[in-house]
């Protein structure tokens, strides 16, 4: 995948885009656009729904038209309030509002008087087979279906049916509604598929007013005909129901239900991103096995644990744009969804300096008294952030990371006897370095130059390497946690048979540590975003506090150095 996109003005439209754009043009809605999110409330929204979020308001608004939020809550034992306000909370952080709010129970009654109309019109009827016969019954792909015994009933036997299934006279599971097709069709979906199910339970909306709840594919084109969707945006796996959906819709022979024109379904691939899985249904199932900390944990590619990360709205919705409206399915790479954080957080987060592997580096020749401040910008691009103030002692911390006893070839950071750029202070040589008993290096001891105050000899000396620092006696510490891949193939899902996608879950995928961080950094807030100077960028988590910061790695910097090295 490229991650350059044509600029705006050369940009084609994609298919969607071409749609509406005729149908604008020929007035079939009379320029009306109307698009609608449909979520199930049964789950936090992923960056799957956010990429439908993206193509179905950012069309309405880009055409001048209207999106409804609609909550599809047919399903009433999967369903949730919490998830409801998650939804909302996810679409408005991405940047959109909805022309309104509806539920599909909002529509329950209209549902039932539809269905007892299509019964009239002996376009339904009651069945008594179970679930297994009528799947029995329906054949496969290979084998055509047969009628089901009670297909022929009469309308009036079915209406009262119907009414007695309302009233709560048979058992959950003992008879269904099914539209009456084509048992032969070769599109299953045809095949008399159900429209209503006896079912004992409670609704989160509707409480116990309903015993019968509608199917998905016969509520979801009654919605959106009530609300005059003009195009019912939908993923692929939809493609198949469409005849469905319109089918319906079309049985209102006689205009009495939906104003025309009828909606228009259609579809688009579905997005999958690397190393993680995308299903509510999954990744409830890491919630509930605490294999993460929650939805919003921000290894999880849920909307709110990419919040909690550090993702912007902005990056989610280029990420959206970059990955395009196609009609294949595809797996977008989770590196370019990196990228667009990262371009995002280049721009807009401030600067800090953090020592996340802490090193003591000790200034010989300069005594505790001699120490001096600092004053570095916050933004290196944005003057208007202002600067922050930044002590400097005789005793700091380094990175680990910048400190090699052997150097390689191409090496410009600490080593014995080398010569850095403390970044914005001084200039300073490595003379000792000091073990402990298993001889890891604990203390670098190193002379500096006075001259250099500000980072710079004034005989213009060349210093290649800069590193960054913080003054041990001034330094604040946080806890860090770095994020890995949540799962380290590139399809989780892609197991071998009899192997559980499980057993693909990262053990190491958080790490948490205790940082070195300037003291500019005491007063940062939950939510706020910082670049920790050539190591990342990094989010100040919810769980943060005055005194017991925490800060989660959004996304690394790309580490030059690493490939360097890799290419050896
Ligand atoms: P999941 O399988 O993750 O539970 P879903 O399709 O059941 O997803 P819904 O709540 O029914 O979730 O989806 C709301 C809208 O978001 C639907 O229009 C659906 O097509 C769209 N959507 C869901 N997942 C993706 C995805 N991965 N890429 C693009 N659109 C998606
Ligand atoms: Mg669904």
Redesign the pocket.
């Known amino acids: 995948m490229t991650l350059e996109s044509p600029a705006p003005e050369t940009k084609s439209l994609h298919f969607i885009e071409e749609i509406m754009e005729a149908d604008l043009a020929s007035q079939k809605h009379a320029g009306r656009i109307m698009t609608r999110?449909?979520?199930?409330p049964?789950?936090y929204l992923?960056i799957?729904?956010a990429?439908?979020i993206c193509i179905n308001f950012g069309l309405a608004k880009k055409y001048g038209g209207q999106t409804n939020l609609r909550f599809?809550d047919t399903n009433p034992v999967k369903e949730d309030i919490e998830y409801v306000d998650s939804i909302r909370e996810d679409v408005h952080w991405l940047g959109f509002g909805w022309a309104n709010e509806f539920y599909a129970s909002d529509y329950f009654q209209f549902l039932y008087d539809y269905a007892e109309y299509l019964i009239q019109q002996g376009k339904a009827y009651v069945c008594d087979l179970s679930d297994e016969a009528i799947k029995e019954y329906r054949g496969n792909f290979y084998t055509p279906g047969k009628e089901s015994p009670f297909r022929n009933r009469s309308a009036e036997e079915n209406l009262d049916l119907f009414r007695r299934m309302r009233a709560g006279e048979f058992a959950d599971g003992s008879r269904t509604l099914r539209a009456k097709i084509d048992v032969q069709s070769p599109n299953m979906n045809l095949r008399d598929p159900l429209m209503y199910r006896i079912k004992r339970a409670h609704h989160h909306r509707t409480g116990d007013a309903w015993l019968i709840y509608p199917m998905y594919d016969y509520a979801h084109g009654v919605c959106d005909a009530i609300e005059t969707i003009t195009h019912s945006?939908?993923?692929l796996e939809f493609e198949d129901h469409r005849p469905l959906y319109d089918w319906f819709l079309e049985q209102d022979v006689e205009g009495k239900f939906f104003k025309r024109p009828l909606p228009r379904q259609i579809e688009f691939a579905?997005?999958?991103l690397t190393h993680t899985v995308?299903?509510?249904?999954r990744l409830l199932q890491l919630v509930q096995e605490n294999q993460v900390r929650g939805w919003d944990d921000p290894r999880m590619p849920t909307i709110c644990g990419l919040r909690r990360r550090g993702y912007t709205p902005e990056a989610v919705r280029a990420f959206a744009e970059h990955v395009g409206v196609a009609k294949r399915d595809m797996v977008a790479d989770v590196e370019l969804l990196e990228h667009c954080i990262r371009q995002d957080l280049e721009l807009h987060a401030p600067r800090a300096m953090a020592v996340l592997h802490p090193l003591k580096l000790v200034i010989t020749n300069m005594s505790k008294t001699e120490g001096f401040e600092v004053e570095l910008p916050r933004h290196p691009e944005l003057p208007d952030l202002g600067t922050r103030t930044i002590p400097f002692s005789n005793e700091l911390w380094i990175d680990q990371d910048d400190f090699r006893e052997e150097a390689p070839k191409k090496w410009f950071r600490l080593a014995p006897g080398a010569e850095v750029r403390l970044r914005g202070a001084a200039l300073v040589t490595c003379q000792e370095i000091i073990k402990d008993a298993n001889g890891t290096v604990v203390e670098l001891r190193c002379t500096w130059d006075p001259a250099s105050k500000g980072g710079n000899a004034p005989d213009g000396r060349k210093v290649k390497g800069t590193i960054h620092w913080v003054s041990a006696q001034h330094a604040i510490d946080g806890e860090v946690r770095l994020y890995e891949q949540l799962f380290l193939a590139n399809d989780p899902m892609d197991v071998p048979e009899g192997q559980d996608w499980h057993q693909g879950i990262n053990a190491q995928s958080l790490e948490i540590i205790t940082a070195k961080l300037e003291p500019s950094l005491a007063q940062a807030k939950p939510g706020e975003r910082f670049q920790f100077e050539r190591t990342g960028y990094f989010a100040v988590d919810l769980d943060s506090a005055p005194g017991a910061l925490v800060f989660n790695r959004t996304v690394g910097l790309k580490d030059s150095w690493a490939k360097i090295e890799a290419k050896g």
Not at 278 to 281: A, D, E, H, L, V
């Open positions: 999110f449909p979520p199930e049964n789950g992923h799957g729904h990429k439908s599809d945006i939908c993923t579905r997005l999958n995308m299903s509510k249904r």
